[in-house]
């Protein structure tokens, strides 16, 4: 069964230092892979997505991540946080399952960004 | 704007009681979903919706059922709310059938406590 794992629950960084949040995924074909922020008290929303081609992927909020198919691994990067990036980031993964197309998540990573 | 709007952002229940919780979205999506969120669970799919009066059961659907009357609106329904319950419930929407379309755009979310 397909499934993404999200090794880190929680990470400290400090403000201005490089970040890298992990994911890890599982499926048998060209994976869709996803990231998505949640902010306090909000919803989620998509930071950047991968689907074929280049294996490094740039999205909003100066976020990037580089697909590595051999490693089975989604990394998630960002050269120097802000304390607005303080927030929990999930990876997902979109799986077909008797010809409906869903997303699979993983438990999250919960970032806080000291001053 | 895309929007995904869920009618309440708190609710408090009493166990027993059945529970309605809306959302509507503006975008003409076809497909739409329910999730519930859990502390180190990440996303977990209760049920989700690709055409009007058409539902799927998700992974976890035990407890819950859906209704789609009009191709915006999607409601979950808690038969008999029990304090496992307590959760926090995302609603989501995408557009099209294929794969690469299931970017989901999510509502800010309903905390719901059971008493």
């Known amino acids: 069964a397909q499934s993404v794992t999200q090794p880190d629950i929680h990470i400290t960084v400090s403000e201005g230092a490089s970040l890298e949040l992990r994911c890890n995924y599982s499926?048998?074909?060209?994976?869709?892979l996803f990231w998505y922020v949640q902010s306090p008290g909000q919803g989620l929303q998509l930071l950047l997505k991968y689907f074929s081609g280049d294996t490094l992927v740039q999205g909003i909020k100066g976020f990037e991540a580089e697909f590595k198919r051999s490693q089975s691994s989604f990394n998630l990067r960002k050269p120097s946080v802000h304390w607005s990036d303080a927030a929990e980031y999930f990876c997902a993964v979109g799986r077909t399952t008797g010809g409906y197309n869903k997303l699979i998540f993983g438990a999250g990573t919960r970032l806080a960004v000291h001053p | 704007d895309v929007k995904v709007t869920q009618s309440s952002r708190y609710l408090v229940k009493r166990t027993g009681e059945k529970v309605f919780l809306e959302c509507v979205q503006d975008?003409?999506?076809?497909?739409m979903f329910w999730y519930r969120q859990d502390p180190g669970l990440g996303l977990r799919l209760i049920y989700f919706s690709y055409d009007v009066k058409m539902k799927e059961k998700g992974d976890i659907p035990e407890g819950y059922s859906v209704s789609r009357e009009k191709k915006e609106r999607f409601s979950l329904i808690l038969e008999s709310a029990s304090t496992n319950q307590t959760s926090m419930y995302l609603c989501?929407?995408?557009?099209?059938?294929?794969?690469?379309?299931?970017?989901?755009?999510f509502g800010q979310g309903t905390r719901l406590t059971v008493v």
């Open positions: 975008m003409d999506h076809e497909n």
């Open positions: 499926y048998g074909a060209t994976p869709y």
């Open positions: 989501a929407s995408s557009s099209g059938a294929a794969l690469m379309n299931t970017e989901a755009f």
